[in-house]
């Protein structure tokens, strides 16, 4: 037991460390945390092991993470851009999703569907859907133009299209276990989501009730966080969706709560502190660079461009689609491509359950660090050149 507190103790002083770095050169956090389970891990110093405790609790740091991803989910915001923030997002998730696994086939080959590797592609691409917005919204609120129509459209259209790339994550991996169906895989995600409706429905009233009753107290984020866990379980164990999907699910449910923020408050701490450091600290930990070489290197450059590209395609043409103008339409798909998070939790899943080989998280991280870095530059020069001075979209 004292390794593992040993172990605990290197990893948090280091995430932390190599976080405040990667944030003083402008990148995101969690980009240092990655780096230093790396130089912590096997690959370069080797002071720290991957064990199946820190593979567990780096697992509870993926639900709650997602749990808080779930609770900043506003609602209100969502339903005023509804539909065309819908469309985008649709578009966000499929362009991508295409692109990334025939670009997967194009390097190793196309196989028949249906084959192992078949799944390995379209997990490829299913990485390429997610979107982080952390940056994009830093660079907005900094130019002022976060409350603008595009500021509205992006932000709304990167919530919704989390939930697709969450469900498409659920499907694929549904299809990989092979234990069941198309129909069946498909017919267990939506008696899920029916599932979770009428959980979600019973579950709002209660702690509605008891927010009202005990506003402020502690015993609503202990509720809260049992609440989570306890979707997380369901989901996986009888419906055979992602835990993370659960936990996902549990966080939209209680967002609009009275305590809502005082829930996600709660659950930072332990996300900042304990659960997040070791989670990402686990990805730099879990990659494997011996198998590093000019090909996974020439395959990381294509992805991020892929990524990239495949982004502002699929958001930039649907917005325009959706009569916002050229510009407009461009500044959301450059708004729309960057990689965090999510990224990151998608992968963890690939890795879990045999879809993705640890030598790719270099192309993920690859990825994540470029968007993070470019996404700002371009949002700076196109609104300098195209301002926005609409109102938020009604």
Known sequence: MYTV???????IVAAKIFGIIARKLKAPQVVGEIVAGLLIGPCVLGIVQNSDFLSAMA?????????????GTNLKDLLKTGP??????????????????????CCYGFVPFGSDEFYRALFIGTILTATS???????LRELGYLKGKVGTTILSAAIIDDIIGIVVLTVVIGFKSGTSSSAQVILKTLLFFVFAGIVGFIAYKVFKFIDKRYAHTRRIPILSLAFCLGMAYVSERYFGVADITGAYAAGIILCNIQDSSYVANKMDINSYMLFGPVFFASIGLKTDISALNVNILLFSVGFVLVGLISKIVGCGLMAKLCRFKWSESFKIGVGMMTRGEVALIVSQKGLAVG??????FTSVILLIIVSSILTPIFLKILFSKFPDNSLPSV
């Not at 819908?86 to 997967?104: D, E, S």
């Not at 917005?133 to 660079?139: D, L, R, Y």
Request: charged share 10%; glycine share 8%; proline share 4%.
């Open 59 to 71: 697992e509870v740091g993926v639900i709650l993470l997602m749990f808080s991803a779930g609770l």
């Open 5 to 11: 507190c040993r172990d605990l103790a290197i990893i």
């Open 133 to 139: 917005v952390s940056i994009t919204v830093e660079t």
């Open 355 to 360: 879809l993705l080989d640890p030598v790719y």
């Open 84 to 105: 065309l923030a819908l469309l985008i997002a649709c578009a966000g998730v499929l362009i991508p999703l295409i692109c990334g696994a025939i670009y997967y086939q």
